[in-house]
Each structure stands twice: as C-alpha cells, then as structure tokens.
C-alpha cells in the first residue's frame, strides 16, 4: 500500500462516530451535563463523512449515510419531541412545542452544515432534498400533522383571551404562527389552510356576538367607539404576531360583522343615528363614522342619503319659517349658515369624499333654486349682499364683511339662472351708486373683484363700468362749478349736483314728462348749456324719478331740512303758491302717472312722516282727495329724510333679463338654421340650448 494511500471508514466505524456526535448535540439540546463541541470533535465529524462520501465504490456509503441521517431525525422525534408533547395542553403545549422545534431545528442544521460532503458530492448529483428539507419534512409528518388541531385551537384561545382583555404571551404565539409557515417551506399553505381559515371563521363568530350585545344595549356614537377600538386592537394584533397577509381577510370579518351586518340598523338609531348627529352638529362622531363605514363595500351611500336628506331637511324647514313669518330678510344669511356648517362636515368629517361633495352641491342646487316667500333666491342673495355692504343690517368689522360675502358668492356658483342674479345686484348697485350708499368705495371694487373671479369678465362688465363711471363723478361736477365760477351769471342759485352716465352699462330706468319747478327747469337748463359746450353731439335724458333734493320746509314750530325725491319735492313746491290742492291738480301740474302720484303722495302724507294734510284722513290716495301743507309738524331732529314706498322690481328685473337672452336665441337659432337649411323643431331646440350653454361657460358662469 502506497504511503499517501487513505484509510478505508465502513459504514459501521463512521455511523458511530456520528451517533456520538448526535447523542452529545443531544444531551447539550436537553440541558444535560456534556461539554460544547470543540474544534477538533467538528473537523472529525466533518472528515468522517467527507471520507464515507468520496471513497470508491463499493465503499462510498453516501446513500447509506443520507438515510441513516433520516433515520436519526425521525428517532429523536419518536424518543424526544413527540413523547413531551403527548402529555401537555393549550399554552404549556405550546411553550413545550416551540422549545421542541428549536432544539430540532438547531440538531438538523447542525448536522447539515457537517454534512457538506454529502450535499456536494451525492445529494446536488441526484437531485434529492436537502437534509434541512429532509428534517422538516419529518416533523411536518410524525408531530406537525398529528398535533395542528390541538395546536390551532389552543393559539385561538390565546387571541380570544387576548380579545377579552385578558394579558398573553405574544410572542409565543408568533413563535408558533411562525412554525405554520416554517413547516411549509415559507409557501404560506399550510398556515393558510391549517389556521389562518380557522381564525377567520372564529373571529367572525366572536365579533358576530359582540355586536348583537352592543347594537341592543349601546347607542351610535358609542357602539362606533368600541368598533374603532376593536378594528384597531386587531391591526395592532397582525402587527405583534400575525403576517401582513392575513390583515385585509381578517379586518374584512371584523367589519362585515360589526358594521356591514348592523349598517341600517345603526345609522337609522332614532336618538343617536346619523340623522342625530347632523343635527346635534357630533363632529368628532361624525368624522368616525365616515372612518368606519368608508372601509366597508358600499358603506357611505347610506350615510350620503342621509346627509342630503339633513341638508334638504334643513333648508325646508327655513322656508317654511320664511312663509310662516312672511318675512325672507334673513333666508340667505341662514343659507349661508347651514352651507358653512354641511361644507365643515365635507370638509373635515366626510374627508372631502366625492360622494359627499356630490350630495351637498345636489342639495344646494335645489335650495339655491327655490322661490322663498315669492322671491327667487337669486334676489334674496343680491339683497343680502346689498345690505353687507351698505353696513344696513348690522355693523361688521372689515373682516367680518370679507368673509360674508365670499361665503355669499359661493352660492352664486348653485344658482342656475345667475343672469337673474347679475341683473338684480347690478340694480342695487346702481342705487347704491346713484344714491351714495355704498359705506367705501374700496369694498364695491372687493365685491367686484370677487364676482370676476366667480362668474368670469363678463358677468361683471357692464358693474365695472358702472363703478368707472361713478368713480369719475366728480371731475364732471369739478368742470360744472368751474363753468359756474367763470359765468355767474348763468349760476341758478341752487346748489345743484348732476351725475352724467352711459345708458348703455346702467339699468334701464324710466324716464317721465316731469313738469319740473321753475327752480329746477333753470338748473336744467343751465347744465345742458354747459354741457352742450362739453360734447356737441351728445344728448342728456333726464331721470328725474332717481333725482334727490333738499327743501326746506318753514313750519311754525321752526325750520327743518327734508331730504326728498324730485317728485316729492317738485309737489311740496306747489304748495308754495296753493293753500289747498286736489288729486287731480297736483297730477295736471307735475304731468305724471296715477302710479308716480300715488306713491309720492302716500309717502308725504299717509306715512310716518306727514308733511301734507290729506283730506279724508285715511291711510290710502284716491282721486277725490285734497292735501293741504301741515305747517305744524314737528320733529325732534332738524334734518329728515322722507322715503318713498319700496316698488317691487322683481318683474321688471325678471322682463329685462328675458328680454337680454331673446337676442342671443334669435342669433342662435339663425347660425343653426344657416348651417343646417332643414332641421325638425326638436333637434333645434336641443342645438340651440348647447350653443346658449357654450355661451354661458364662456361667460364663466357654472351651469
């Protein structure tokens, strides 16, 4: 034999050197007296097998040694794991099982890792398991496959104890949960099918008998606490000892049975459901709810239906006080109420949800479209703006009047016919215009500003030329007193003031055959010289029912400054030179209307303050009636102003506005027409009402 030549190992020789080595990892697994392995006990173990792998045949035992390797696991599983396992229950089961597999597992990798001679030169050749797969697979069969039940039941039992509040050792359940995947190779089978099935089906039981208790004995906001709680005791579970994978099947159980289940049941509860909450204004539950029920299929169009059912419920019952009161001064101030209180709830608890968002513009859109009191809301809106800015209804910081009306222009945006809208705030800002009302000039060009950006450039273009104007007032009245100045003689001795303006950007407004005072017929003509002298070609049209003038009245008690409309005055002027006037006079001289005498009439001698005596004292004009001038009226203060009655304008604002689209209809129907030459009256109602809607989104103005 050659000197270089290797010692044969049989099978015998080398089979117990390694059962010394497995008894000795043994005894240190059981915590037996044995000392650690050292360097040189490894490398032997090591080279023992290295030789049994690569001698020659007949005396390569590399098959003879991979099933003895087989034989040793399933002997220690049969002598060791199985036999401590037989005898425990629930936790300690599972406390000895977890031990069990450690030890096991530790025993099967090291003799894996001694074992590299037998992976490399017969186990990768043949394409067998590797002795780790081999392990597992014997203890998947002899003590996994017998023992899973009793296993899955007593980790159930630990969750449910968990879920009763009761303090467990999670980490022991993680343990043995991470064994239903070990055993499986990380292929998640045997977890799925074995446990995972099993949890879900227990937890919906459980959940399914929490639920019947609380939805009979708590109420809504409270039974949404305790589900919160729960949902979130389970997702801190899957994150403690539970895979990912098994949170969206198990958080879906728990939410089918608390909220799916009990979904109408809760949100109808009669004192504490949805409608309650609105109504009591539960933001904090509210916002719950809508975390809660957004995670289960279809759960928010119950709450949807509901919230627009409040804010329609809301805005009915508004109406019905303006009705009932027959008084709509402040609807649109309460509107805006509730659109600040349902935005918030949008906004803040419905997490700005496009279904939510969808049945409030719904809601809106029929609250903002509805005639309250016989006004549109369109008026009332305008109205209410008015009034912000003249500061009218109450005294308002700055601030206070900025939100007001963006809140108010919000609305806008609901009205369908904002036409309507536009030609009733442009009439009141021409009033406010005519008559000085406005409180600052910098809040009407805010406003403007505000409707631009809302509506677009020509919703606001005619306002914006109507303020220009205005705005440049006073240079006319500047080169008017300069002409008084230079020409004294043509000075009428009146103070008087004229505001010359476009009748194409401001309302229309009717104008009369006012037999004018004499007074007023030389101020009249004293400007048209001067104008005339301006511009050549120009032509003035008197209003004189917007015309205001201050008379003073010489009563006995003493003198008093009134603050009157040309009609009223040119009437009070009369009775300079008559001590006693009929109806019918005073209607010859002044040359007006049965309406316009009426008016001023009842507002000089009927109202609160009566500067004519009317004969018969009654609180309505006739015809056969006589006035006399009360040179005994009194009043506390020197300076009055006497108010004509208020004339409803809605008709009128209606008519115009109507009369504005005719033109646009007529143009529309001609372009179709031209392009079509026949077309039945259907399909060109339908064409033209598309080219007037493109034309209204080109104004900037929301369908």
Known sequence: MAANERKIIDLKQGWEIMQKGIMKLKNILEGLPETQFSTEEYCTLYTTIYNMCTQRPPHDYSQQLYDKFREAFEEDIMSTVWPSLREKHDEFMLRELVERWGNYKFMVGTFYRVSHSLDLYFIARRSLPHLTEVGLTCFRELVYQESKVKVRDAVISLIDQEREGKQIDRALVKNVLDLFMEICMEQMDYYKND?????????????????????????????????????????DRVSHYLPPSSEPMLLEKVQHELLSVYASQLLEKEHSGCHALLRDDRVEDLSRMFRLFSKIPNGLDPITNIFEQHVTAEHTAFVKQVEDAADSKDFARKVIVLYDKCERYVNECFQNCALFHKAFEVAFEALCNKDVGGSSFAELLATFCDDILTNRSEKLSDEAIEEMLEKALKLVTYISDKDLFDEFYRKKLARRLLFDKSARDDRVRSMLTKLKQQCGDQFTSKMELMFTEWMSRKDHQTSFDKYLSYNPDANP???????????????????????????????????????????KDAK???????????????????????????????????????????????????????????????????????????????????????????????NKRRRITIPLPPVDETKKVIEDVATAWKYPINASIVRIMKARRVLDHQQLVKECVEQLMLRRSRKGLRN
């Open 195 to 235: 446990f995972e099935a099993a949890l879900l089906k227990d937890s919906a039981a459980y959940y399914s008998r929490k639920a019947s208790k609380w939805i009979l004995e708590d109420s809504c906001p409270d039974y949404m606490l305790k589900a919160e709680e729960y949902l979130q005791r389970e997702e």
């Open 493 to 535: 001795g009146i103070d008087l003031k004229v505001m010359v303006l476009a009748a194409s950007c401001w309302p229309n407004y009717k104008s009369s055959n006012l037999n004018l005072p004499a007074e007023m017929v030389k101020c009249v003509k004293v400007f048209r010289e001067f104008y005339k002298k301006e511009k």
């Open 540 to 634: 003035l049209n008197w209003i004189y029912s917007l015309g205001t003038c201050k008379v003073i009245g010489n009563f006995e008690p003493r003198s008093m400054e009134l603050k009157v409309t040309a009609y009223q005055a040119s009437a009070l002027l009369l009775f300079n030179s008559s001590d006693r006037l009929s109806y019918s006079e005073i209607k010859t001289q002044l040359n007006l209307t049965d309406g316009e005498v009426v008016r001023f009439l009842h507002s000089l001698s009927c109202a609160k303050y009566k500067i004519l005596n009317k004969e018969p004292n009654t609180e309505s004009i006739a015809p056969t009636d006589h006035f006399e001038f009360n040179s005994k009226f009194t």
